[in-house]
T-cell receptor
Framework: AQSVAQPEDQVNVAEGNPLTVKCTYS??????LFWYVQYPNRGLQFLLK??????LVKGSYGFEAEFNKSQTSFHLKKPSALVSDSALYFC???????????????FGKGTKLSVKP | DTGVSQDPRHKITKRGQNVTFRCDPI?????LYWYRQTLGQGPEFLTY????????KSRLLSDRFSAERPKGSFSTLEIQRTEQGDSAMYLC??????????????FGPGTRLTVT
């Protein structure tokens, strides 16, 4: 079965320190991977995606993610965290069970990132 | 057009009542998705449309749920005979399409349903 796992419910980081939010996946075939961020009372905002090519993907707000095929991981990273980065982060993979080229997404449970001053 | 919009933002209803939610996608997007998100969980897929055609439905979408996109623009999601287990955030998303291309989905703010 296809799935996404975010092993940490919460990540605490001091402002200015690097942050990593972990994600692992299980799919058949090549994965199409996404990261979204959700602020309170707001919808999910797209951060970045991996489709093919360079394993290091750069996205919005200074975030980047590293695709590792051998470890089936797609960890979200940022070199220097900001207090304003505090939010709920979701990793997602495109569901390969459905047909067509634009299938729905399978999301992880989310990781709450807390950045303290 | 500034993004995906959803109406209402909040809905409180009594068990057994019918409710309808509306989603207006980004205007040039052909694909429209509905997801449901409960507390502490990631969004779960319900259904999606390409233009006016409903192409996929999740097993989560019981026969009390129906969705339409009559003119390929806005969409409605109706829940009949609501149950307390229907309480959740209902999210709408839209995306562009293109042969061989993988587009991200853009989400609306959601409609929070509370069934009492």
């Amino acid at each position: 079965a296809q799935s996404v796992a975010q092993p940490e419910d919460q990540v605490n980081v001091a402002e200015g320190n690097p942050l990593t939010v972990k994600c692992t996946y299980s799919v058949s075939g090549n994965p199409y991977l996404f990261w979204y961020v959700q602020y309170p009372n707001r919808g999910l905002q797209f951060l970045l995606k991996y489709i093919t090519g360079d394993n290091l993907v750069k996205g919005s707000y200074g975030f980047e993610a590293e695709f590792n095929k051998s470890q089936t991981s797609f960890h979200l990273k940022k070199p220097s965290a900001l207090v304003s980065d505090s939010a709920l982060y979701f990793c997602a993979v495109r569901d390969m069970n459905y047909g067509g080229s634009q299938g729905n997404l399978i999301f992880g449970k989310g990781t709450k990132l807390s950045v303290k001053p | 057009d500034t993004g995906v919009s959803q109406d209402p933002r909040h809905k409180i209803t009594k068990r057994g009542q019918n409710v309808t939610f509306r989603c207006d996608p980004i205007s040039e997007h052909n694909r429209l998705y509905w997801y449901r998100q409960t507390l502490g969980q990631g969004p779960e897929f319900l259904t999606y449309f390409q233009n006016e055609a409903q192409l996929e439905k999740s097993r989560l979408l019981s026969d009390r749920f129906s969705a339409e996109r009559p003119k390929g623009s806005f969409s409605t999601l109706e829940i009949q005979r609501t149950e307390q287990g229907d309480s959740a955030m209902y999210l709408c998303a839209s995306s562009d399409t293109g042969t061989g291309l993988i587009y991200e989905q853009y989400f609306g703010p959601g409609t929070r349903l509370t069934v009492t």
